[in-house]
């Protein structure tokens, strides 16, 4: 499956963005789906994940209760809202996607076997 992030950009504090990531795929159902960033100079750390059927979610500490991941199966695309958006934000935004036949979030990006080119958003100060 091809998968392609979009919704990046530059924002000021306390703004908003929607980051969307669409699958090639109509199976897209399947897949459970993470968010993962990564700053400048920095590894590549976990924000969000939901599983395959949208009913389950995890998030990141750093995120929680300022960001929401949904699944919108008819549409093969996976939403991350960012509310209250931090300059420690400002990082490239990457989704992944693995195919699975159980209902678990993973927050693992290793378990993770397609990836989006990854979405810039950056939060000014």
């Known amino acids: 499956v091809q998968l392609q992030a979009s919704g990046g950009g530059l924002v000021q504090a306390g703004d908003s963005l929607r980051l969307s990531c669409t699958a090639s795929?109509?199976?897209?159902?399947?897949?459970?789906v993470g968010w993962f960033r990564q700053a400048p100079g920095k590894e590549r750390d976990f924000v969000a994940a939901?599983?395959?059927?949208?009913?389950?979610?995890s998030y990141a500490d750093s995120v929680k209760g300022r960001f929401t991941i949904s699944k919108d199966i008819n549409q093969n695309t996976v939403y991350l809202q960012m509310n209250s958006l931090k300059p420690e934000d400002t990082a490239v935004y990457y989704c992944?996607?693995?195919?699975?036949?159980?209902?678990?979030?993973?927050?693992?990006?290793?378990?993770?076997?397609?990836w989006g080119q990854g979405t810039l958003v950056t939060v000014s100060s």
């Open positions: 992944a996607a693995a195919r699975v036949t159980h209902t678990l979030v993973l927050v693992t990006s290793k378990l993770y076997d397609y």
């Open positions: 795929e109509r199976t897209f159902s399947s897949y459970a």
């Open positions: 939901i599983n395959y059927s949208g009913r389950s979610t």
